[in-house]
């Protein structure tokens, strides 16, 4: 071939670039290629990107690397990533900021919540690429001191199918817009970033597991120690508190029918009276109650409580309330509030094990109760068994040698003979009344747990010692309205009265009526023969100093040959 044909075969190989300079085709060449290599190393960033943010497992540290490697994917100058609220209100609970210096952000105030462009892709959870933020409709515009942003690009980040927060980026480095590319990029990179989420919150789960397993365990070692049943209570709702980051926490406890329910322990916040009352009566509560299994109100404005009238509820937002059964004869909840504010840590509790932490409470009270129990058994046996020794041993033999005594006075003819010997009977009979009141003084423990079980065990150990059984009458709430600690001077009262009946009256009946309201009285009548004064102040002083200590009374009435009734009465505590 010759010049001409050389000539024809290369213009038939490269048509359409006719006028087109060397340098510009060159540089063309070379922007292709800088493009697939640049391409390449972002490619080779995503995958470092995926397996950087999978090796964490505390979920804070997981969305600091997402937003970080998310603004180097695309070239972004800011980057942040919005977590929504798990509860009612689909808004921004947590968002994580890169790019912006911390004195920065502290000029600007509040964080986004999710309100305007925010506020649209949590409405509309889909890609959303913007040459302008000020130019879209939904723009709220900056708060002062805000950075000027403009190119905008924001990604949904999913968990399965549900929304877990979204990615935004704003300000593409050289002053452009956010292209396909970088948006195919970024949603890549959401796909994995919800992997990861999701393995960081599978192992916050097993944490908080292992929180509750913990506290339950170390709940049933702690109640033991406690003196008193309201340290327990106390215990038991601080310690569901503080493993949920509840705001408050209270314990309910009632008789099985549940009509007369109290607040017997409560954690977190301090509460006015009213508001302590409007708490025995909230749907959780009950529900949990009734049915016997987690009960929960998403807001307890919603629940049967006047909200009005306890000041302190109107910041609560949900409850949750699970059955908890700390004593064999009553039955109540543990429950548990979050504020509105926190409501988050209420949508990711599991109830579940919330119930089997007041389960295991409960076991452990139930048994601490039955070991008291058996130890006050244990006393009251040892002491029956003092009791019925004094009594057909002791007290009959001194009778004998009483009966003696008195029969060897007509024996003896020496006036100073006889008067020693009626000295000696007359102090076997006062002996035989001292040992009658120490067994009087047996049934009294100085930590009585059941006050009125008390009282009917007293009634009836003095009902084998006088030969009849006292009546016994009960009169108001005397299990919940007599104060643990009135308990020992109410039953030492109780314990006198009977030892003075038996010992000075010559009664053949007793009455014994306990009364609980605001004031706490007890009286013991007999039909006896009377006491004198000088009796009355000598047996009796004791108890008035009790009443008088408490801010309370006695009042003795007794006339010869009409009976004898004591009335001890002291304000309820």
């Not at 006719?18 to 540089?27: I, P």
């Not at 990533?81 to 502290?106: E, N």
């Not at 050289?174 to 992997?195: H, I, N, P, S, Y």
């Not at 109540?332 to 509790?349: I, Q």
């Amino acid at each position: 071939m010759g010049a001409a044909d050389d000539d024809h075969v290369i213009r038939t190989r490269t048509p359409g670039l006719d006028g087109v300079e060397f340098e510009d085709l060159v540089h063309a060449v070379l922007d292709r290629m800088h493009g697939a290599l640049d391409q390449q190393a972002r490619l080779q960033l995503l995958l470092d990107a995926v397996v950087t943010i999978s090796a964490d497992l505390s979920l804070d540290g997981v969305l600091a690397r997402i937003v970080a490697i998310a603004s180097r994917l695309v070239d972004a100058e800011y980057a942040a990533l919005g977590v929504l609220s798990a509860g009612r209100r689909r808004r921004l609970r947590t968002f994580v900021h890169h790019g912006i210096s911390d004195d920065i952000a502290a000029e600007i105030g509040d964080l986004p919540t999710g309100h305007g462009l925010l506020g649209l892709i949590i409405d509309r959870p889909e890609p959303l690429r913007l040459h302008d933020i000020a130019e879209h409709a939904a723009s709220y515009g900056f708060p002062a001191n805000h950075p000027p942003m403009s190119s905008f690009l924001g990604v949904p980040v999913r968990i399965r199918d549900r929304v877990f927060g979204n990615l935004y980026l704003t300000e593409k480095v050289g002053g452009g817009d956010f292209t396909v590319e970088d948006e195919e990029v970024v949603v890549a990179l959401a796909a994995a970033a919800g992997v990861a989420i999701e393995n960081a919150r599978l192992y916050e789960e097993t944490t908080a597991r292992e929180a509750w397993a913990r506290a339950s365990a170390e709940i049933g070692s702690a109640l033991g120690t406690h003196k008193s049943t309201q340290e327990s209570y106390a215990a038991v709702a601080e310690g569901a508190r503080r493993v949920c980051s509840a705001d408050a926490a209270w314990i309910l406890v009632g008789e099985p029918d549940a009509d007369d329910l109290q607040v017997v322990a409560l954690a977190g916040r301090p509460w006015t009276e009213d508001t302590v009352e409007a708490l025995t009566s909230d749907d959780a509560s009950r529900g949990a109650l009734e049915k016997g299994e987690p009960c929960a109100v998403e807001d307890l404005h919603g629940s049967r409580t006047v909200v009005d009238a306890a000041p302190g509820l109107a910041e609560i937002g949900p409850v949750l309330a699970v059955p908890f059964t700390p004593t064999g004869h009553s039955r109540g909840t543990l429950s548990l509030a979050w504020t509105s504010d926190n409501e988050d840590r209420y949508y990711t509790l599991d109830a579940q094990l919330v119930a089997s932490y007041a389960e295991q409470a409960s076991l452990a009270m139930q048994l601490t109760e039955a070991r008291e129990d058996q130890r006050r058994l244990a006393v009251f046996e040892d002491r029956d068994r003092i009791g019925r020794d004094l009594h057909d041993l002791v007290i009959q033999r001194l009778f004998a040698v009483g009966l003696g005594l008195q029969g060897a006075t007509r024996m003896v003819d020496r006036p100073e003979v006889v008067a020693r010997l009626d000295q000696a009977v007359d102090d076997l009979d006062a002996t035989i009344k001292d040992i009658r009141r120490a067994i009087f003084g047996l049934s009294s423990l100085e930590t009585a747990g059941d006050v009125q079980a008390e009282v009917t065990r007293l009634v009836e150990r003095a009902a084998a010692t006088l030969k009849f059984r006292p009546v016994l009458r009960f009169e108001g709430p005397v299990r919940t309205l007599v104060d643990p600690g009135l308990a020992p001077d109410l039953l030492a009262v109780l314990a006198e009265g009977l030892s003075n009946a038996s010992r000075h009256a010559e009664a053949t009946a007793i009455e014994v009526v306990l009364e609980a309201g605001e004031v706490i009285v007890l009286t013991v009548r007999d039909d006896g023969r009377g006491i004198t004064g000088e009796g009355a102040e000598s047996g009796l002083a004791n108890i008035r100093t009790r009443a008088e200590r408490r801010g309370g009374s006695l009042t003795i009435r007794t006339q010869q040959g009409e009976g004898t009734t004591i009335v001890w009465s002291v304000p309820r505590s």
